[in-house]
Structures are given as C-alpha cells and as structure tokens.
C-alpha cells in the first residue's frame, strides 16, 4: 500500500524558515520523481518544487532562492526547506510522486 505522509508544517513568523518531510512507502522511491505542491484558500494548487530521480531540481518563480527541495533515497524521504517565509507561503503542502501519489498535506501558516 502507497503512503506518503508530510510532517514539518506548522507556524513561523516572517523571514523565519521550517522544513517539510515527506516520508514514502509502497512503491519504488528511487525511481519516482517528487514535488511538493501547496494550496492557499480560495487559490488553485500551485507546483512549488520537484526533483527528479537524478536530483535535478526545479522551483517555482515565487520560490526561487528561498526555498530548497532535496532527497534521500535510503530513507525513502524527500524534505522541503523553506527559508525567508513569508505571509503568502501559507498554505497546504502537499508532497507528490511523479507516479501519482499524493500526501495527506500539512498546514504551512506564516504570520506575525
């Protein structure tokens, strides 16, 4: 059975930084490229991060320098680090495989 379960979310001020985890089980990790989405209320699902199985890395505009995606094979995880947050990073972030998994979401909320 397919799982991937995020943790790491919670609150920060802005300009502070946390870090996402995503841990998988149930399907060939090394081989599925991973992205993290997030979704703000009442604005579509947005791509923030993805890395490929080869580790190449790719981000979105809104997230470009602050924000760093990488993983860890032998741990089967793949982690989000977010720095310089600001108010409108808050939302729901979701960890993805290319294979089409999908994590249950943590809450991100950033605020003074």
């Known amino acids: 059975q397919v799982h991937l379960v995020e943790s790491g979310g919670g609150q920060a001020q802005p300009g502070g930084s946390l870090r996402l985890s995503c841990a998988a089980s149930g399907f060939t990790f090394s081989s599925s490229g991973m992205m993290w989405d997030r979704q703000a209320p009442g604005k579509e699902r947005e791509r923030v991060a993805t890395?490929?199985?080869?580790?190449?890395?790719v981000y979105g505009d809104s997230v470009k320098g602050r924000f760093t995606i990488f993983r860890d094979n032998a741990k089967r995880m793949v982690y989000l680090q977010m720095n310089s947050l600001k108010p409108e990073d808050t939302a729901v972030y979701y960890c993805?495989?290319?294979?089409?998994?999908w994590g249950q979401g943590t809450q991100v909320t950033v605020s003074s």
């Open positions: 890395i490929t199985t080869t580790g190449t890395t």
């Open positions: 993805r495989s290319t294979l089409g998994f």
